[in-house]
Every structure is written in C-alpha cells, then in structure tokens.
C-alpha cells in the first residue's frame, strides 16, 4: 500500500496545484503550500523522517538566499527602472524616425528597433512597453497608422527585453538549471536578433502591400524643419550603445560575470539619469521602491517553487516522469513537442516566471537525458538550447490573451480610442512570427549554440 502511495503521490501533487492555479491566490503561497502539504502527508504516513524538513529548509536557503548569481536580478532591475525616468527612449524614438523617415511603415520600423535597444538596456517588459505605447501610440494615430498594427507593433518589440541580453528571465534560467547565465546570454542573442528581424520584414512587407495602414510620417518640409542635428543623433545613440558594451560586453569579454556586470549597468544608468539632470531624491526613491517590489515578488516565488519542486523530487517525481517515458517508448522529440505546446498553453493563463519555475526543475533534467541523435552538434550545450527554446516560447505568454500582461499595459497607458479588440487584433501577426522564430531554433540548433560553442 505504501509503496503505491508514493509512486502516485508526484502526480497526485500536480493534480492538486493545476485548479489552485486558476484560483487568484498568489502563485508563491500556492507552490510553498502544495510543497509543505504533500511533505506533511508523507512525513504522517510514516513514508518519511520529520528531520527531512531541514531539507527543504536547506535547498531553499542554498537554492536561493546564499546564491550570489541571483544579486543580478534586482540590479538590472535597478537599471532598466532608472533608464525609464532618464528620457532614453524620446530621443531614440526622434531619431529612429528621422533615419527610417523614406522607408515604407517607418515610423513602425522605428519602434521596433527602440524595442530592441531598449531590450538591451531595460530588460523590463512593462517600463519598455508603458514606455514606447505614451511615446510612440499617439503620434502613430495622428499619423493614421492603422490601430491594431501600431499596438501589436508596441506590444512584441517592448516584450523582446524577456529574451534579448541582459534578461532576467535568463538569469533566472541559469539559476534553475545550474548553468552560466553568460552562456544563455549568447545562446539568446542570435534568436532574439532573428524575431526582430521577422518583425521588421513583416511590418515593411505588409506596409508595402496596404499603404493606408501606415500613411509617411512627415512631408519633405517636416523633414526639413524638424531635422536633428548630428549632434542630436550621437546623443541618442551613443549612451545605450556604451550602457551595452559596459554590461554585455563585459561578460562576453571575460572581464566580468553576470552578477558584476549588472553591478556595472546599474551604475551607469545612475550616471546616465545624473549626466541627462534626471535625477533627484523623488526620481531615486520611486526607482528603489519599484525594484524592492518587483524583486520581492520573484525571490517570494522562488521560495515557493523551490519547496514545491524539492518535495516532488524527494518523492521520486523525476524518475517517475522518465520512467513513465522509457516504458511508452515515444520519441524525445515527441516528448520536447509536447512540452512546447504545453507551455505556450500556460502562457495563455499565466506569468513566465510562474511557468518557469514550474516547469524547469521539474522537466530539464528529462529533458537533457534524452538524445536528440546527431541533431544537437554540441551535446554540452543540450541545456542551452533548451531554455532558449523555453525563453522564445514564454515570450508569447506576454501577447497572448486573455492574460497576457504587454496587452493590459498597452491598454491601460495608450490613447481613448484604442480598445482591447484593436490589441488583441494587432498581435496575432507576431504571436505567429514568434511560434516561427520558435520552429526555427527547434529545427536549426545553430541559431541559438553557434556563439556559445565559439567560447
């Protein structure tokens, strides 16, 4: 009896946390909960010691308190918040528009790369997103872009700052599966460049077939008179481009590691706030609360999910699960298919952090004991690939309804004329881009391992 009981009680753990899931109560109380609930049941089933507590104890101290990779989250934090106030993104925007003012849809093109630089810069999906839809919705209406397009545009080039270096979803990644977080920075890289590049083709291919969505910017004599000086345009651009090499540089270089070179980038974006004179007691204090906030939220939910996925691996989750794979006899690439399509299910209904540390500690390790035969070149890099994958599937989970966050920031910062059915509309097109740019690193590895295998 016993034994049957602690062969189905991994299962029955998931069984139990899947409709507390959908209940509203927050994810980390949950995780923790199930986690202590099901440790109790076994430990009063005479199945397991009291002393096992320590255990847990011990892994979340270990897992999450003492680890000093994790220091990095709250500094990127630190430094994309900051960014947000340093008026960054208005000139950028001015400039990209100028650049980009005799190409078709330009002015979408333009936010799309701000999207991308901001990527590198903020890393936070709600300032990057909040941001470019005050700054850039407005005058895309005035202009006559077509509604849908301009939201959907906002909406998948601010969530790019998930995926594209410095990400804390990256960091957080590492963590979970005990690997460089500067190897997930250039294994990241190339496929994050590549659905930028899917947006950029899209909107100027569409743009060219239906001209009235996205009528010029300017008249020649606009141009004229509201050009930027040259002057104007090294001020715009250079300060992200040196905030990038001082973090992404540095830990491409060897010179620092994540943890550093977050160090590094929150102190440059508090120069850059100082040298632009944004920066104030008032500025200063906002920043610091939104990080302690924010960071509060993501180590609570580590505190959770560490206990939930320790419990299940004491009572033999992992091998259950593998097992249960060896014995069907599907195929690993049946296995990782149906991971995907399962995860970009969850990213209907919930946060990416909360997939995250659901699924990772609980499917890598089957994940990585699988063979993908000669497909994967570097074998040693199986975990690299696969949080890539992880990370460009999740990045859905910010566009795709009825939960997904870009959308209700969009809607809650743009314009009175802007409703919900234009966003959801506007990003159907990029939702697709993105299961593309996914089905692309699946089936050619390279994408995401060349830069890393190169190290």
């Keep these: 009896m016993s034994e049957t009981l602690i062969e189905i009680l991994p299962l029955l753990m998931f069984a139990v946390l899947t409709p507390l899931l959908f209940t509203g109560f927050p994810v980390a109380f949950i995780l923790g909960g199930v986690g202590l609930f099901f440790w109790l049941l076994v430990v009063l089933t005479g199945l397991e010691s009291p002393n096992s507590f320590y255990l847990v104890v011990n892994r979340i101290f270990g897992g999450v308190v003492s680890k000093l990779m994790l220091v990095a989250i709250p500094m990127f934090i630190f430094m994309g918040t900051m960014l947000e106030k340093s008026g960054i993104a208005h000139d950028l925007l001015t400039s990209l528009q100028y650049l980009t003012r005799r190409v078709s849809g330009g002015l979408a093109l333009s936010v799309t790369l701000l999207g991308v630089i901001l990527a590198a810069t903020t890393g936070i999906i709600g300032a990057s997103v909040v941001m470019m839809t005050l700054l850039a919705l407005p005058v895309m209406l005035d202009k006559g872009y077509d509604k849908s397009l301009a939201a959907g545009t906002i909406a998948a080039s601010g969530t790019l700052g998930i995926l594209l270096p410095p990400s804390i979803m990256l960091v957080v990644m590492a963590d979970l599966l005990a690997t460089s977080a500067g190897t997930l920075f250039k294994a990241a890289i190339m496929p994050s460049l590549l659905l930028a590049a899917l947006y950029l083709l899209y909107i100027y291919g569409v743009t060219r077939l239906k001209p009235g969505i996205a ?205 919900l059915k234009h966003i959801y509309k506007g990003i159907i097109p990029f939702v697709i881009l993105q299961l593309i740019g996914l089905l692309c690193v699946l089936i050619w590895p390279e994408i995401a391992l060349w830069l890393p295998s190169k190290s």
């Design 215 to 419: 009528p010029p910017v300017s008249t020649k004599q606009d141009v004229i008179d509201n050009a930027p000086s040259i002057k104007q345009l090294a001020g715009s651009f250079i300060p992200p481009i040196l905030l990038i090499l001082a973090v992404l540089g540095s830990i491409f270089g060897g010179l620092a590691t994540p943890t550093e070179a977050s160090g590094v980038g929150a102190l440059c974006a508090l120069m850059l706030a100082l040298a632009r004179k944004r920066l104030n007691f008032k500025i200063l204090k906002d920043v610091t609360e939104s990080t302690a906030l924010t960071t509060a939220m993501i180590f609570t939910l580590f505190v959770g999910a560490t206990a939930f996925s320790y419990v299940f691996t004491l009572l033999g989750g992992h091998h259950l699960i593998i097992d249960f794979i060896q014995a069907s006899g599907v195929s690993p690439w049946f296995v990782l298919t149906t991971l995907m399509i399962t995860v970009f299910i969850l990213g209907f209904f919930f946060d990416w952090i909360e997939i995250t540390l659901i699924i990772l500690p609980v499917f890598a390790p089957i994940i990585t004991s699988l063979d993908f035969g000669n497909h994967i070149t570097h074998p040693n890099l199986v975990v690299a690939w696969f949080a890539v994958l992880m990370a460009v599937n999740l990045q859905t989970s910010f566009l795709t309804p009825p939960f997904g966050f870009a959308l209700f920031y969009i809607k809650g910062a743009a314009p009175d004329g802007v409703r």
